[in-house]
């Protein structure tokens, strides 16, 4: 053990309204960012946390994750390196608010991290960097 923490990777999904691109760009963290283009294709070979938003309100447990996030877990060794998952999402949706989370994190089963509203907070990014700090320190 060297004492130095490795941070995990976030890699995130964000649609063309760019919202959890910036908040991901507000993180103390490394990013990488899931292709809008389902015909492009990224492998992850590193422990990462999942940030993803919720689409369609949800209707149950279809419609909730981005049809680029479900490409980019379909690949065997993307899913294996995800360590847990964040969502977002709008609270008009009352009870599939970020449901994106709750479906992923069954899926794989990984923890369900946080959820945060739209662009989120100040509060909200600390929140989430402090979660990224811990799990940097439980792979140490």
Do not use: W
């Amino acid at each position: 053990m060297t004492g130095i923490s490795k941070k995990p990777l976030v890699v995130y999904y964000s649609s063309t309204s760019n919202n959890t691109a910036r908040f991901v760009e507000k993180l103390d963290c490394n990013s990488i960012r899931i292709p809008i283009n389902l015909s492009k294709e990224i492998s992850v070979s590193e422990e990462y946390i999942l940030i993803t938003p919720t689409y369609s309100g949800g209707h149950g447990t279809t419609g909730a994750v981005p049809k680029q996030v479900i490409h980019f877990l379909n690949k065997l060794a993307n899913r294996q390196k995800c360590i847990g998952v964040i969502a977002s999402g709008n609270t008009n949706f009352g009870n599939s608010f970020a449901l994106a989370g709750n479906v992923i994190s069954k899926k794989l089963h990984v923890p369900y991290l946080y959820k945060f509203e739209l662009l989120g907070t100040t509060e909200d990014v600390n929140n989430v960097n402090k979660i990224i700090a811990d799990a940097g320190e439980d792979n140490d």
